[in-house]
C-alpha cells in the first residue's frame, strides 16, 4: 500500500469515485502501452528486505516507530507488526557486478539499523516467521500505530464478517480463530523485482509462475509457527488465511484468497491481468487523487495510476504485477513475493539472483509455455515445495522429476546462461549460485531450522527451544556465512544468553485432562497409564473447574463403589493457577506458599498447560 494516506471506501459515491480513478488509470496504461511509452531498455532490479526486531531475549520486539525515527533514513519504512521493519533498495541496472552492489547497500543499510538497535536494547533477525513469536503478538496491541494498518484491518474484518480460521497441517498442526489480519505480521519476505520488457510481459509473467515451485523449494526458510512444525514455507499458507476477506460459509462466492498463486495462464496484454484482479477484488481503501491519469497522458505527462497501485496493493499475488515510474520513465515489473527473509543476507542475493538468472534464461523451446504445460502442474509445484521444500517431486516438461536433479542438472545451468547473457560477471553469478548449489547438496533455512529445533527439544520444552534457535541463528547470521555451511545446533555449543525465566518456558503443553461426566475408574487408570501426578477437569468450554491430584484419588484404587463416585464430589474447586508469562520465581513462591506442588495455566480462562514443582 506504499506510503499513501488511506480511507475506508464506505459510501456509495466513494466506492463510484474510486471505480472512476481506477478505470481511468486501465485506459491511461492502455494508452502508453501503445504509444510505446513503457520503458523497454535498460531493464533494472530491485528489492525489498523486510525483518524482525527482537529484544535481548529474542522475543518479538514492540518499539519499530522509535527505531524508525531514529534511523532517520528514506530507505526504511514501517510494516503492519510493530516489532518488523522494511528496507526499500535502491534500484540497480542489471549489468556487471550489480548483484554484489545491491548486496553491499543492504548490508550498509542494515548496518545502520543494527546501531540503532544497540541504543534501544535490540537486535535484528533475519527469518521468513521468528521462531518465538506467541500468541499475545498478534494482538492489535502490536499493530504499528499509523492509519493505513488500522484501515486495511477494519476493512477486511468488514469484509469477511467473522474471526479468521487458520488450519494448516504439516508435521504438526494449527488450528486457530483470530480475530485481525495481525497474523500477517508472522511473515516477512526478501521480496525482489525485476523490470520486464513491455512487449514481453505475458509471456514472462506465466515463466515467472513456472519456476516459482523450484526457486521456493530451495528458499523455504519458514518451517515453525508457534513451536509448531508445519510446512517448510509456512508463510504461504499462513498469509493466504490471515488476509483472506471470504466468509467460511460463501468460498464459492469468490474463487480465490486475496492471496493466491493465480487460477489460469495469463493471456491477452498486462492490462487484463489487471482487469482480472479489479473483477475478482473488490476495493477497500482510497486516497486523494490530483489529476485525471488519461487526461495527463494525453497531455504529455507520465501519471503515477495511484488508484490502480492502491487497489493492487491490496491483491497478494505471489508473483505479483507492478507499475511503476522511475526517473519520469513508466515501466513495468514482476515482483517476486514469495522468497523469505534471511537465513543471512548472502542467501538472499543468492536467491535473487537464481530467480533473476532463470526469468532470463528462458529457453527458446519453453516460450509461450501456456500452449505446452498444464497450468495445475505448476500450481501444484508451488504448494508442494511450500509443504516440501527439497522433498517435493515436480512436475516438469510433463514428467516427474526430484528437486535435486531439476536444481542441479537443468535449472542452475539455465539461470548461468541467462546471468551470462544479461551481461552479469562470471564473478558474481558464480559467488552467488555456488551458495545455491552448496544448499542444494546440504540443507537450506527450513532443513537446519527443523534438524536444529528437534535437538534442542531434548533438553528443552519447545517454546525454550525455540528460543535457544533464535539465539543460535542470530549468532550465525551476524557472521553472514550461507546456511548451506552452518552446523546443526547442539545444545552444549551454544553461545550463554541471559534470559528471564517464565512459566512459558518450562510448562507441560501435551497435557491431558478429563471432563466432570468421566468415571472416576477411567481418571484412576490414565494417571496410572500416564503416571500423572496432576489431573485438571474441564467443562464443555474447556474452562478449568476442578483439579485432582493422585493424593485425592489414589485411595479409590480397590473401592467396590468406585463407579458410584463422582469427579465432581473429589475434585478441589478452589484451584490457583499461573500465567504463561509468570515469572518461575512468582509460580515457585505460589506453590511454597499454598502448599502446592502444581499450578494450572490458564490463558483468557482456559487451559493451556500445567507447571509443576518438578519442572521448576
Known sequence: MGN????????????????????????????????GLIEKEPIRIGAEQEFCVVDRDFFPCNNSLDLLAEIEDNHFTTEIGSFNLEINLDPFELKNDCFSKLHEQLVTLLEKAKAVCDKHDSKIVLTGILPTFSLKHISEDYMTKVQRYQVLNEAIKDSRKQDFSIHIKGTDELNLLHDSVMLEACNTSFQTHLQIHPDNFVDDYNWAQAISGPVLSICANSPLLFG????????????????????NSFLLNEKQSRVSFGSDWETGSV???????????????????????VDMVESG???????????????????????????????????????????????????????????????????????????????????????????????????????????????????YKGLYKAGITPKDAEKYLTIIENRIKSHCGSQWMIKSYRVLQNKYKPFAAAQALVAGMYEKQEKDYPVGSWSILDYNSLSDFKTSRKVKHVMSTNIFSVEQ??????????????????????????????????NDVESYISDENINNITIDSIMRKHIITATEWMTLEEAQSLMTKNKINSLPVLKNNKLIGIVTSKDI
Open 4 to 35: 499513501l494516506n488511506v480511507t475506508r471506501l464506505v459510501t456509495r459515491e466513494e466506492k463510484s469515485a474510486f471505480i472512476d480513478q481506477l478505470t481511468r488509470d486501465l485506459e491511461a496504461l492502455e494508452m502508453m502501452l501503445e504509444k
Open 228 to 247: 509448531k512444525e508445519l510446512w517448510n514455507e509456512t508463510r504461504i499458507a499462513l498469509f493466504t488465511q490471515s488476509v483472506d476477506t471470504r466468509s
Open 271 to 293: 492490462v487484463d491481468i489487471f482487469r482480472d484482479s479489479i473483477s475478482r477484488f473488490r476495493s477497500l481503501v482510497t486516497s486523494e487523487y490530483d489529476k485525471d491519469s
Open 301 to 415: 505527462e507520465i501519471p503515477k495510476l495511484k488508484a490502480l497501485s492502491l487497489h493492487n496493493g491490496t491483491v497478494y499475488r505471489w508473483n505479483r504485477v507492478c507499475y511503476g515510474v522511475g526517473d519520469g520513465k513508466p515501466h513495468l515489473r514482476i515482483e517476486n513475493r514469495y522468497l523469505p527473509s534471511g537465513p543471512t543476507t548472502s542467501d538472499e542475493i543468492a536467491n535473487m539472483m537464481f530467480w533473476v538468472g532463470l526469468m532470463l534464461g528462458k529457453p527458446k523451446s519453453l516460450r509461450e509455455i501456456h500452449n505446452k504445460w498444464c497450468f495445475k502442474d505448476v500450481k501444484s509445484n508451488f504448494f508442494n515445495a511450500a509443504r516440501y521444500g527439497m522433498g517435493t517431486q515436480f512436475i516438469w516438461d510433463n514428467e516427474y522429476i526430484s528437486s535435486h536433479k531439476l536444481l542441479l542438472d537443468i535449472l542452475l545451468p539455465m539461470a
Open 517 to 550: 461426566s468421566d468415571s472416576l475408574k477411567l481418571v484412576l487408570n490414565i494417571m496410572m497409564w500416564k503416571n500423572i501426578h496432576h489431573m485438571p477437569v474441564i467443562n464443555d468450554k474447556q474452562e478449568l473447574i476442578g483439579l485432582l491430584s493422585w
